[in-house]
Every structure is written in C-alpha cells, then in structure tokens.
RNA sequence: GCAGCUGUGGUAUAGUCUGGUUAUUACUUGGGCCUUCCAAGCCUACAACCCGGGUUCGAAUCCCGGCAGCUGCACCA
C-alpha cells in the first residue's frame, strides 16, 4: 500500500486524471484515462457478472435527472440539507447550525430554520467576520438541481442515488418478475451530490458511479437457499458491539453470526459474504477488508440494519466502499403513499383461509322511505364504516349516528347484519428490500492501491487477471530481421480473437518488460530469431516472470484458458 | 466553508528571500543507431514559470483576486 507512488503511477500511465485540467480544474469531479476506463469498465463487467448472470438479477437502466416528485418522496428534496446563512455586508457564506452553536454553544442541530432565525435575532448573532447582519437562513440541498422543460417550471435534480430509479419501477417490476418474491434490480450508473468542500480526490466525488441492487423479499422470509452454501465462511465484523466497548473485531462464521443475532438476517449476512467475494476477486484481499456495523445512532432512520464494508488504506484509514443495507420497506411505502399507487406483492397462502366476518349492509327498502333524498349518502356512509364499529354503537346506544352535513340516526331495523365466511387466499405485502450498495470509484481506487505492488525490482499493479485492463503484450525481441513484422501479425490475430493486446517494439526488451509490468500486463510474448524456425514464442508471466515456450498455433488456446 | 502552507516541461526539481542573459538538472516520452530475453549505451527532438489583474523600463521572482493541492477544523442523510 503505497497511495503516493501508486496516483503517482496511475496519472502517468493513464488510470485516473484530475477533471478539467486545462481550466485548472474543479475538485469533486475526476476524469478516467484509457486504462483507467478500462478498468473500470472490466470492474462493472465482472459486477454484472456476479450479480447479474449469477444472482439472477436483472439490470435497469433509468434517468439520471428525476423530476422533484421522486425525490420529495424519498426524503432528499427534505431531508438532504444544510442549514446556511450569509453575511449581509461581506457576502461570506455560513452554516447557520454552527455559528449559533459556536455564538452561543448550544446544539441547535434538528431545529427549523425559522427557529434559528429567532436565535440568531434574540442574541444578536452576527457575522465572525466583518460582525455585519446576518440573512434569513435556507437550506443549502445537496443536490443538483436544474429545470426540466423550456418553461422552466418543473423542478428537477440529478439523481443522488441509483436506488431511486428501482424503487420508482417497482410496480412494473413487480409484473416482470411475475410477483413472485424474492426478486433483484440493480442498477449501475452516475449519482451526483454536490458536495460543499470534496477533498480525498477519488474518493469523495461531486459525480460518482455506484453499482446498486435491491433485492426484494418477504418481510416475514429472509431466508435465502444459498445460505447453507456459505454458513462455515468466517467473516470479520465490526459489530455495534465491538465498537461502542472498543473490542478486537469478531471472527466468526456465518452462522453464528446469524444464531447470535449479530446480523439481522440470512440474506443480510449472505449479502456481505458476495461482497467480499466480489472485492476477492478483483484484487482486494480479506486483510485489507472488514465489515462494520452502522451505529445505532448513525443508522437511517428506516434501516433495520446496516453494515457498510470497508477497505484498508494508507492514506485515508479505513474507507467505506460499499454499504449494505435492510431497508425495510421504508421506500416503498414512501413511494406508495406520495404516488398513490398501491406498491404490495400479493401473497398467496398455502391454503386458503376461510375467515368469519360480520357484515352490516343498509335495508334499503326501509332506507328510503326514513331518510328520502339523503338515503345515497347515508348508505354509503354504513357501507364505508367499519362494522364492528356499527354492531358496538348499536348495543350500547341502540343506534349509530353518523355525522354528515346532518345528524343521521340509523336504528337496527334499518341495517342487515350478516354472519359470512369468506375464502381469502392470500393477502397484499409491502416487500423488505436488501440494499448492496457499491461505490464503483472507490472500488476502483482500492483496486489500484492494493493491486500496486512494491519489489526490489520493480514498482507496478499486479493486477486481477480478470480486471487487467491489457491482457497481452506482444514484442518483436530485436527491431530487425523480420521479427516485427511476425510479431504485429500476432498482434493482429491475437486481437481478432478478442484480447486487448499491446504491441511494442521500441527500446531493449527489458525496458518493455518493465513498461508491460508497470500497467499490470499479466502476459508478455516475444517473438525471436528461433520463432522464425520452429514458431514457437516465449510466453512471460508478469509476477515471477517465469518464461515458456508455446507453439503460435496454440497461443490463442492458451489464453482463451488463462483469462477463463 | 475556515486557517496555515504550496503551485516551474509528462515526473521530480534549481532559480523566488535580494526583480535584469537563451529558466537548471535528471528521469520520462518521440525519432535514429546499437541490441539474441528483464529499465544498458550513443545521437537527436518535443516539452514548463497555475489563471487573471496590478506595480515596474523590466515579473517565475513583489502586491491583489481566483483556481487547485496538502495539513488541521468543519461537513459527509
């Protein structure tokens, strides 16, 4: 772990540049050169994989403006705020919350602005600065917001999550999925929080990439088949716990995370374990990580638990990369109750359950003649009540009174009061959703720091074969000969075949060495004197740099086997 | 956002205090020579004073503003 060689590295190579360069630049935003794209790129690829083809997830892809609706819904619109205010007479900017906490030292965190006014006016709070007046304190929104439409009346913001977009297709969803819980959306692409002051370059971004899904289940099953496969995985938490009584963090499995009640659920726990297996995989090693638990103060208001997974680094301690959460089914309800459409899977029972109800309906031949031109209201009234309601009201004041824009008294001559039994076969259920949510950047920047690999020899990324962003190096030995000329026709073949393959055929062949091995290159094949008689070439393996012979006729069998 | 420090070719730097030649050096990169497996050597070329304004005969150098970076504070649903 090397943060400073390693962005060093990484700018000169072409991983990650800073955004706007030639203008100076702006921070919160970066820039992915070529390999830095690809990278990535073979990042979200292998995500999709994991998620997607071996989950049995299924990709959306939504806006990434949304309309103020949605995001009033979710709480962002509200919710997503500071508090500012702003001198008068010098134009300098503050946060409210903290100038009248340091005027007067009182924690005025989760009071309104209009409260704060009233603070700032009774103690005569001025500007630190110039000790000019203060103005009226708004809310600074996170967000970025923009106008959708030439006349400019309909509010919009840039999303600050994916997640958003899966939520807001859920009724949709719902019937490609056929209803049948448990089912998965994920969703990758751009969110945007515009931040008041991102340092920590690539890891606090104003426009960042997250790889999100939602996994929806049934809140009374959050079991998951796939548990049995992973209960022995020993897993290193961070529990409330361990941090609160500042202890060593857990090391036990699975399964006794899960019987010791440490995480909430089977899919929770088996959602930490993909992560891992995913951060695994693409380089990242079980040191380097660790799972801990959001505090019971930190947590979102809705989340029945949440564990973020977090990385290892030099510079940054340790840094969450991906958080992973039960949300109840806080957004959905959300969701449902501000669109007005309803957002439930219907369950079916097992068996249907008969269930005895009392039903009280209006004797209409007696209704009309009582209550004449007011009986349609009326009847509706006792149709809409709840009947145990009307049944109590009746045997205690023998009759029940509804208030309209008059007082009606409905006696029980006037009402049918019924014994049914009635089939129910399975009842509406707002579902639980299961949120991994990954911070591509940040898994990108991890990546890099803890694929950067520091020998006697030689500084470079020992890259995952599978995110190798060149995966062949193809070198003539010597500039003459004819060497070349064998060498770019096997670059050609070998990229008709599908590899990314650099050619290279400047300097000795130790300079290319190196410069293959600085990017991560995992393979390099030379082409020299004896290829031209037997048409074999030396295969060079870039970390123990260990060479072989292999026939060009099976060179391409080779790597179709190496990058399986 | 606040305070302090910093900003010279792609990278790392000398020069800035005390204004005055063609802005120093190394590496890197491109081209050439050489080269039969791990950054060798030789020739050659490209390439910089963060941006804007001010002071001055003259600014990389002094002053002001902006932008960016670093450190600390704050923020991070």
Same mark, same amino acid.
């Given at each position: ?46 995500? *999709? ?23 009033? /819904? ?58 000019? &007046? ?15 439409? /030439? ?52 890891? *606090? ?84 990580? *660790? ?16 564990? &973020? ?76 009540? &709840? ?127 190196? *410069? ?49």
């Amino acid at each position: 772990m090397n943060h400073d060689k390693m962005t060093n590295i990484s700018a000169k190579r072409g991983f990650l540049w800073p955004s706007f360069e030639i203008y100076s630049g702006v921070s919160g935003f970066t820039d992915y050169g070529p390999l830095g794209a690809s990278l990535k790129n073979n990042i979200m690829q292998k995500w *999709r994989k994991q998620y997607v083809s071996g989950e049995g997830f299924y990709e959306i892809e939504g806006p990434t403006v949304m309309p103020k609706e949605v995001l009033k /819904a979710s709480g962002h619109v509200d919710n997503f705020t500071d508090p500012m205010t702003k001198c008068k007479s010098c134009g300098e900017v503050y946060r409210a919350d903290h100038i009248i906490e340091e005027a007067i030292g009182q924690d005025v965190e989760s009071l309104e602005n209009s409260e704060m006014d009233k603070i700032v006016a009774e103690n005569n709070i001025k500007c630190p600065e110039c000790g000019g &007046d203060l103005a009226k304190i708004w809310d600074y929104n996170l967000m970025f917001k923009t106008e959708i439409g /030439a006349k400019g009346n309909k509010v919009g913001y840039m999303r600050p999550e994916t997640a958003q977009g899966i939520f807001i297709l859920f009724k949709r969803l719902e019937r490609f999925f056929r209803g049948k819980l448990p089912f998965g959306a994920v969703q990758l692409g751009k969110a945007y929080r515009n931040e008041i002051s991102p340092r920590q370059g690539v890891i *606090r971004l104003r426009e960042f990439t997250q790889a999100e899904a939602e996994i929806f289940l049934d809140p009374e099953d959050k079991t998951t088949p796939k548990f049995s496969q992973i209960e022995n995985e020993t897993l290193r938490l961070n529990s409330q716990e361990v941090q609160e009584k500042d202890l060593e963090p857990l090391e036990i499995t699975a399964r006794e995370a899960l019987d010791k009640g440490i995480v909430a659920n089977e899919m929770l726990i088996y959602q930490l374990y993909l992560a891992r297996k995913f951060l695994n995989e693409i380089g990242i090693p079980n040191e380097a990580l *660790r799972f801990r638990q959001h505090l019971a103060g930190e947590m979102a208001h809705y989340a029945l638990d949440c564990w &973020d997974v977090e990385v290892n680094t030099d510079k940054y301690g340790w840094v969450e990369i991906i958080g992973i959460a039960d949300r109840g089914d806080y957004d959905l309800s959300s969701h449902s109750k501000f669109s007005n459409e309803e957002l439930y899977v219907f369950k079916e029972y097992d068996e249907p359950k008969k269930v005895k109800k009392t039903i009280v309906k209006p004797n209409l031949s007696k209704f009309g003649p009582v209550f004449k031109g007011d009986s349609p209201k009326v009847k509706q009234a006792i149709e809409e009540a &709840d009947p145990e309601e009307i049944i109590s009201a009746l045997e205690n004041d023998g009759k029940y009174v509804i208030e309209l824009d008059n007082t009606y008294e409905v006696e029980e001559e006037l009402l049918l009061i019924e014994e049914v039994e009635e089939d129910v076969t399975g009842e509406k259920i707002i579902p639980h959703v299961i949120e991994p949510s990954f911070g591509i950047d940040r898994i990108v920047y991890s990546v890099l720091l803890h694929s950067f690999t520091e020998t006697e020899g030689k500084d470079y990324f020992k890259f995952a074969k599978s995110v190798a962003p060149v995966q062949v190096g193809v070198y003539p030995l010597v500039k003459k000969d004819g060497l070349p000329e064998i060498a770019t026709e096997l670059k050609d073949t070998l990229r008709e075949a599908g590899f990314k393959v650099e050619y290279d055929e400047g300097n000795t062949i130790g300079k290319r060495y190196a *410069r293959a091995d600085e990017i991560g290159i995992p393979i390099a094949v030379t082409v020299d004197y004896e290829t031209k008689d037997d048409n074999m070439v030396t295969v060079r393996d870039r970390d123990t740099e260990a060479q072989e012979r292999i026939a060009i006729s099976d060179l391409k069998e080779y790597l179709e086997n190496y990058y399986k």
